[in-house]
């Protein structure tokens, strides 16, 4: 996932989670104590347990947040929080459970009535879907609407900035451009899907996938009605398969949702719809949503990237506000990207310099210190298979190689150091402050770095086109990423295989296409043996960090309020995040 996305570390959430005496017990059902008062339930309660569970419906859910949905629209949103955020109005044929920690990671059937019925080959996928599902204006949805939703993200021109895996699995050589050219009459024109019927869908895929069940979780996988389809303004108002529609949308300032009401309890697995109203309030006043945190006047970061550093100082003297608060590992690495298509960075051993130049403290320190992530040393995060402590250029040791660093610009023609510019997003503070720590301890060895902060909902068009990354020299780019799914391939694939560099909404910035491992994603994507697996992964996360493309900073945490009048509290592992369809008040308000 990206730039706010995913998968926490259920092992090491579990290690972490130092919980303090809570302040009362949590008893389920609407009747509990602590489920109709609320209360604080101590630190990483939630990491590992649903804090204050209830089946109370009313009230309003109020979240906040300093970033702006980068779309509303399924098939081209990308941020973690926005993909959580969809479990409020999109439904898919499976998804991930409404369960706490790695629970939450189980596939369960979703609009689907069961799990797919796969062929002996592993090529084909068939799903039936269940009775009683609808959009928000009535209509039925069918097999089509499927089928239409996945097809719009082939419109790349059209619907860009999105996860584009599905077009990888089901192009096949067709070179498919979406419904809005297609000449087939149905603009059904995708061969590899098939629609025998209105409750029945049939993939192809070219080759066996054991990931392709978890794309189809993915909002690129949502039903769309043909009727209502905008184009590339679908985003503006998105209609509702779930429990909830958009009552309004108001970009930048906020979006309010409140109940569909033809939305069907009895065909869904897992969502609560406790709230009658859930309002995301945009500002760009950090400073001033934190005070509402923890004064509970807001309820939740809907980013989840944590309180800034005054506020957590704050929280962490205070036993009682910590009480409130949860800091697991959420998935990401925090990571600064080295661009080979900017010189000097062309040159393996500049981009060594950097590593070695680089003070891992420092940047720790940028985001937060030990509470905002651990140092880490490559790029495959600790909760999926075939990581490791891969450390080739001493990272975790804390400090800067200054020495190393010299003998790398004098091996790369620049003894003098040079100059670049590094990318980072203006409205996320964290990045902006790694970028001026990295600045500084660059200085050190002669390498001068211009800081040009942009504005982030802008991050498809700008860090996200390859030509604009080259026009402009940004030789290093400031950003995070957490898996689209959780495997290998759904964190490291974006990042660094070839084929999915793309012109815009690109994730592989340092444009790696190397077709070993390209290769290794399409052996692994074969074993349906998980430690086989996770074998290749640790090949391409090695390959990857022996080519100086990265400079993880850390193994991301992050330290979230929690307003101790909600309910049904708890963080997913698919999201890294608390699960926002389960949550409610406890007061109604």
Same mark, same amino acid.
């Given at each position: 996932?990206?730039?706010?996305? +995913? *998968? ?104 689907? +009535? ?73 603009? !059904? ?38 009727? !209502? ?44 719809? !406790? ?40 929280? *962490? ?91 790398? !610009? ?29 600045? +500084? ?149």
């Amino acid at each position: 996932m990206k730039r706010n996305r +995913t *998968l926490a570390a259920a092992a090491l959430v579990a290690a972490l989670a130092l919980t303090t005496a809570a302040c009362g017990g949590s008893k389920g059902g609407s009747g509990g104590d602590n489920a109709s008062k609320g209360g604080s339930a101590g630190f990483n309660a939630a990491a590992e347990k649903v804090v204050n569970p209830s089946d109370k419906k009313g009230g309003t859910l109020n979240l906040w947040t300093t970033t702006d949905v980068d779309s509303l629209d399924p098939g081209r949103a990308y941020y973690a929080s926005v993909w959580n955020y969809e479990r409020f109005y999109t439904r898919t044929l499976l998804a991930f459970d409404g369960k706490p920690g790695k629970d939450g990671l189980n596939l369960v059937p979703d609009l689907a +009535t069961a799990k797919p019925e796969i062929s002996a080959d592993g090529k084909t996928y068939t799903f039936k879907l269940k009775s009683g599902l609808k959009f928000e204006d009535g209509s039925v949805i069918t097999s089509k609407d499927i089928k239409y939703g996945i097809e719009r993200i082939f419109a790349q021109d059209v619907v860009s900035g999105g996860p584009t895996y599905l077009i990888n699995e089901l192009d096949q050589g067709q070179d498919y451009k979406g419904p809005y050219t297609d000449a087939d009459p149905n603009k !059904l024109g995708l061969k590899t899907v098939e629609t025998p019927d209105d409750t029945t869908i049939v993939f192809h895929l070219a080759k066996p996938n054991s990931d392709f069940p978890y794309l189809l979780a993915m909002g690129s996988a949502a039903p769309v009605p043909q009727k !209502l389809d905008t184009g590339s303004k679908y985003g503006d108002k998105p209609v509702s398969s779930g429990p909830y529609k958009f009552k309004s949308v108001e970009p930048g300032k906020g979006y309010e949702l409140v109940r569909n009401e033809n939305w069907d309890a009895s065909t869904d697995p897992f969502r609560k719809a !406790l709230p009658d109203v859930v309002k995301l309030t945009v500002t760009t006043n950090a400073d001033d949503m934190d005070a509402r945190l923890l004064a509970n006047t807001a309820d939740l970061d809907w980013a989840q990237t944590g309180l800034s550093q005054a506020a957590q100082v704050k929280v *962490l003297q205070d036993p009682a506000l910590k009480a409130n608060t949860d800091d697991p590992y959420n998935g990401f690495i925090r990571y600064v990207t080295m661009a080979p298509s900017v010189a000097p960075f062309d040159n393996i051993h500049c981009r060594n310099a950097v590593l070695y130049a680089a003070d891992s403290t420092a940047l720790q320190t940028a985001r937060g210190g030990s509470v905002a992530g651990s140092l880490f040393g490559s790029m495959l995060p600790p909760n999926i298979l075939g990581s490791d402590d891969y450390d080739p250029f001493g990272l975790t040791k804390g400090k800067p190689n200054l020495d190393k660093a010299k003998e790398e !610009l004098a091996a790369c023609g620049q003894p003098n150091g040079f100059h670049t510019t590094i990318a980072v997003r203006g409205n996320k503070p964290k990045e902006v402050n790694s970028a001026v720590a990295l600045q +500084t301890a660059l200085k050190a060895a002669n390498i001068d770095v211009t800081v040009d902060q942009y504005d982030g909902k802008l991050i498809s068009s700008v860090i996200g086109a390859p030509d604009v990354v080259k026009s402009k020299g940004y030789g290093l780019i400031v950003m995070g990423w957490g898996a689209d799914y959780p495997t290998g391939s759904g964190y490291l694939q974006p990042l660094v295989d070839g084929r999915f560099i793309a012109s815009n909404g690109n994730n592989n910035y340092a444009e790696i296409n190397d077709p070993e491992i390209n290769g290794w994603f399409d052996q692994a994507a074969q074993e349906t043996d998980p430690a086989k697996a996770a074998d290749l992964y640790k090949k391409i996360n090695h390959k990857v960090v022996d080519g100086a493309y990265y400079l993880p900073i850390v193994a991301d945490k992050a330290l979230n309020w929690r307003n101790p009048r909600l309910t049904n509290v708890y963080i997913t592992d698919a999201y890294g995040e608390v699960d926002f369809q389960a949550l409610g008040v406890s007061d109604g308000k």
